[in-house]
T-cell receptor, first 115, second 115 residues
Framework: DTEVTQTPKHLVMGMTNKKSLKCEQHMGHRAMYWYKQKAKKPPELMFVYSYEKLSINESVPSRFSPECPNSSLLNLHLHALQPEDSALYLC??????????????FGQGTRLTVV | AQTVTQSQPEMSVQEAETVTLSCTYDTSESDYYLFWYKQPPSRQMILVIRQEAYKQQNATENRFSVNFQKAAKSFSLKISDSQLGDAAMYFCAYLSGDRDDKIIFGKGTRLHILP
């Protein structure tokens, strides 16, 4: 199983709503990532979790709140978002650089629209 | 800080022909990994090929091969016998070997395949 599963695939939310994006992998990967991707742009790193602990926060606004309940799950809690936060949110996982297989596996993303 | 540069925003190639996508990077590290990812309209980022910096031999994966020039900090992707399914956005990516798990992407090259 080399799959990273993201739900939902599409999400429309109002600026006062609270919603969560979910990501799951069963490859035993120790690193999990959230990326934000705007149209025709490369993915921008938001957060990295390593062994279920937040290791990188790329100065992301507090209206985005990550959570790693266990080694297989990664959530992104959303609250009071702005229309400019509309984007494709990608989750990824990897074994990490202490292993030979360093590549990140990506989910299909959640297309988020903030209205 | 490491940077990844893809100087070709768009390229086109005739079906069955060969095309080369360029990527240069800047780093002071000696241990790192380089990747080419493909992102078709389906949105999912798919690993095309991986190169470890300590390996002198260029990586090859079926119709995909790289020309890794470590001294020049160049990592180009060659696609042979181009197929319609190769049409996608291609991102060059860098991962430091110091275990910070931070994958840095170039801006991408959109590849069109002409029938």
């Amino acid at each position: 199983d080399t799959e990273v599963t993201q739900t939902p695939k599409h999400l429309v939310m109002g600026m006062t709503n609270k919603k969560s994006l979910k990501c799951e992998q069963h490859m035993g990967h120790r690193a999990m990532y959230w990326y934000k991707q705007k149209a025709k742009k490369p993915p921008e790193l938001m957060f990295v979790y390593s062994y279920e602990k937040l290791s990188i926060n790329e100065s992301v606004p507090s209206r985005f709140s990550p959570e790693c309940p266990n080694s297989s799950l990664l959530n992104l809690h959303l609250h009071a978002l702005q229309p400019e936060d509309s984007a494709l949110y990608l989750c990824a996982s990897s074994q990490g650089t202490e292993y030979m297989n360093t590549e990140a596996f990506f989910g299909q993303g959640t297309r988020l629209t903030v209205v | 800080a490491q940077t990844v540069t893809q100087s070709q925003p768009e390229m086109s190639v005739q079906e069955a022909e060969t095309v080369t996508l360029s990527c240069t990077y800047d780093t002071s590290e000696s241990d790192y990994y380089l990747f080419w990812y493909k992102q078709p309209p389906s949105r999912q980022m798919i690993l095309v090929i991986r190169q470890e910096a300590y390996k002198q031999q260029n990586a090859t994966e079926n119709r995909f091969s790289v020309n890794f020039q470590k001294a020049a900090k160049s990592f180009s992707l060659k696609i042979s016998d181009s197929q319609l399914g190769d049409a996608a956005m291609y991102f060059c990516a860098y991962l430091s070997g110091d275990r910070d798990d931070k994958i840095i992407f170039g801006k991408g090259t959109r590849l069109h395949i002409l029938p």
